[in-house]
């Protein structure tokens, strides 16, 4: 074989088709709970995020994901959708994870927020023009985000000090500690955003 036709041959099986660094193949045939969450992407986004096609492992996927959609999409959260999408995007630019940057900032964008007002948050949040109880929630998830250890009683203090309830305060760490986890997996794996997922020019 020519060194042309191997580099075509590696295109099309190799890094080309690939989504993170990770060199393990999505699984060939996913179990029915994951076929299930690929097809709630379909149905709302258009297509099927790269996340649910990394292979977790048996069971795993599907709890790990069905967590994150129980906390943020479902009505009977204590926190309106907004809020919990604001704290999801400021942890993720904290830490620097581009595919759910993309993600909640567009969510933003759809539950009603000013879109230069998100482009702000994506680029400096502490420059944004935000409500002192958006503040509150934006310097919580910044504060727990990057300095967990010296996290105390003061925090609770600001929430309950900008009209936040208790079971308000918990849902927000969820959320906190849920993006965390996400961004770091995202992170260690290289995740690359799906080309659908970046605003169109």
Not at 68 to 76: G, P, T, Y
Not at 182 to 195: D, F, V
Request: charged fraction near 25%; glycine fraction near 6%.
């Amino acid at each position: 074989m020519s060194r042309t036709a191997k580099k075509t041959a590696a295109t099309k099986t190799g890094k080309a088709g690939r989504f993170s660094w990770l060199r393990l193949a999505a699984p060939a045939k996913p179990e029915p709970a994951v076929l299930e969450l690929q097809q709630q992407s379909r149905e709302r986004l258009g297509y099927v995020r790269n996340f649910l096609k990394l292979p977790f492992g048996p069971g795993r996927l599907a709890l790990y994901q069905g967590y994150m959609d129980r906390l943020m999409r479902l009505a009977d959260g204590h926190l309106p959708p907004l809020e919990r999408e604001l704290l999801a995007l400021v942890s993720s630019v904290e830490n620097r994870c581009e595919v759910c940057i993309l993600s909640h900032s567009s969510a933003l964008k759809k539950y009603g927020m000013d879109p230069h007002l998100v482009d702000t948050l994506c680029l400096a949040w502490r420059r944004a023009d935000l409500s002192p109880r958006h503040r509150a929630l934006a310097d919580f998830a910044s504060k727990l985000t990057l300095h967990p250890a010296d996290v105390d009683a003061t925090l609770m203090g600001g929430l309950r000090a900008a009209g936040f309830a208790e079971a308000e305060i918990f849902e927000a760490i969820q959320v906190v500690a849920i993006y965390n986890s996400n961004n770091r997996i995202n992170n260690a794996l290289g995740m690359q955003p799906n080309p659908e997922a970046r605003p169109s020019r």
